[in-house]
């Protein structure tokens, strides 16, 4: 994975992957206040970049598509622009996009340097006040032109909502193709919005929930290859895999600890029982966090390491469940009806996702690390799986439709309102979302 490198403008041609440069940082005078309810789309025109090869076009159209699945912005259609930009340096006619009621505009170039690097340059402009709110150039590989694209999303996203975007970021899923009765599952990897999709696994093995490493380009993940479930590292850059252990007994649900040092797991017995271990990752020594007659499972971590949400069936049916990172102080959390699965804290953390069964569908929802506050994102007939996004805005899952032949990967904001569906070749299970990238 590349290196991103900030700088300043004077030495913008000293940059050896890709490189930022800001200026005149300002605060929008039209904000977006994403703790709302319901947030009305602030409309803003994307110019096309001038460029002499239509790169420019392509990545203005990457910036609108992302803007505009956030749900928190309305790209205006190019039909309606009334002003042509020819120089992205020159402050455009505000009076011509108040007309559209564009609240912001958008321009840039995109050149190619002697060294054969992508040079790419935009604006952001508030029409009403008239000023510019910021401006940044990158230097970068011609590969990587989506990637500009993501992070000047990304810079829109945080100007407007004074919080980080999670545009310039990856999903690792299970893709699965062919028939029901013998599906291939291959671990897959891609940019949020579907592109630049690879696969990381042969197919050959049954491959379940990925998980990315906090800090370095490293998920784990499970395979069936040796005829029961292990937990496997993978190093994404090199493609280096390694066993973490063997365990008697099966082993599920694995997630990194939030410095990425450890693996937090459940270990299931002979006697039908399944209790939750953590393993360091350098001495390989493991630790067991919980003892009961029960199914322990699922795992996760709050962000600054000290606690663990968990499912357990210990009280009769499975609920979520709190403890310390040491395993101490257990108590439950949830209390409405159905079961709940797959509790995930949120990168915030103020929030932790879950899935619920209940009332004959499935459900997606949040509540606050107490317990309280419980509320259901979106509901079907079968959808589980929740991953959250790194600013913690957007929680990304699987469903399964009544009748379809497979699963399918959604997103939906915080709010519930903005469902969106994530493009996949095929069908897609167990999705897991990056942080942002560096």
């Not at 509540?367 to 929740?386: C, F, H, K, V, W």
């Amino acid at each position: 994975m590349q290196k991103f490198l900030k700088a300043t403008m004077v030495i913008a041609s000293l940059a050896l992957g890709l490189m930022v440069t800001v200026t005149l940082p300002a605060r929008a005078l039209v904000e977006i206040d994403i703790n709302r309810g319901v947030v009305e789309p602030v409309p803003v025109a994307i110019t096309d970049f001038l460029s002499g090869d239509g790169k420019g076009a392509e990545i203005a159209g990457v910036v609108a598509a992302d803007l505009r699945r956030s749900g928190l912005f309305a790209p205006i259609d190019k039909a309606a622009f009334i002003e042509k930009i020819s120089n992205p340096d020159v402050a455009p006619r505000f009076e011509d996009w108040r007309v559209i009621n564009a609240q912001a505009v958008v321009t840039g170039r995109v050149t190619q340097e002697p060294d054969g690097r992508l040079r790419t340059e935009f604006r952001l402009w508030d029409t009403f006040a008239g000023v510019q709110l910021v401006g940044e150039q990158f230097f970068a590989a011609p590969r990587d032109w989506r990637r500009i694209a993501h992070i000047i999303a990304d810079t829109i996203y945080e100007q407007f909502t004074g919080e980080k975007g999670y545009f310039d970021s990856r999903i690792v899923y299970v893709e699965e193709s062919g028939p029901r009765d013998n599906r291939v599952k291959r671990l897959a990897i891609m940019d949020q919005d579907g592109a630049n999709h690879r696969y990381l696994s042969d197919g050959r093995s049954i491959v379940m929930t990925p998980r990315f490493s906090p800090q370095r380009q490293e998920i784990t993940y499970m395979s069936y290859e040796s005829g029961e479930p292990q937990v496997y590292l993978l190093q994404l850059e090199t493609g280096q895999r390694e066993l973490v252990g063997n365990f008697p007994g099966m082993t599920f649900a694995p997630r990194f600890s939030p410095n990425g040092d450890k693996v937090i797991m459940s270990l299931l017995r002979n006697d039908g029982n399944s209790n939750i271990f953590t393993m360091d990752l350098r001495t390989r020594n493991t630790a067991r966090l919980t003892d009961t007659n029960a199914i322990d499972t699922s795992p996760s971590y709050s962000p600054d390491g000290s606690q663990v949400v968990f499912t357990s069936d210990r009280g009769g049916r499975a609920q979520i469940y709190l403890m310390g990172a040491d395993g101490s102080n257990q108590r439950r959390i949830s209390f409405g009806d159905g079961t709940y699965s797959t509790p995930v804290w949120s990168p915030r953390g103020d929030l932790i996702a879950f899935t619920k069964q209940s009332g004959g569908e499935f459900q997606i929802g949040v509540m606050r690390t107490d317990g309280s506050g419980e509320r259901i994102l979106s509901a079907g007939y079968l959808q589980e799986g929740p991953t959250w996004s790194p600013n913690g805005r957007v929680i990304m899952f699987f469903r399964q439709d009544a009748g379809a032949q497979g699963p399918k990967l959604y997103s939906i904001d915080l709010t519930g309102r903005n469902e969106q569906p994530v493009p996949t070749p095929h069908y897609g299970s167990d999705p897991a979302w990056s942080p942002l990238l560096k």
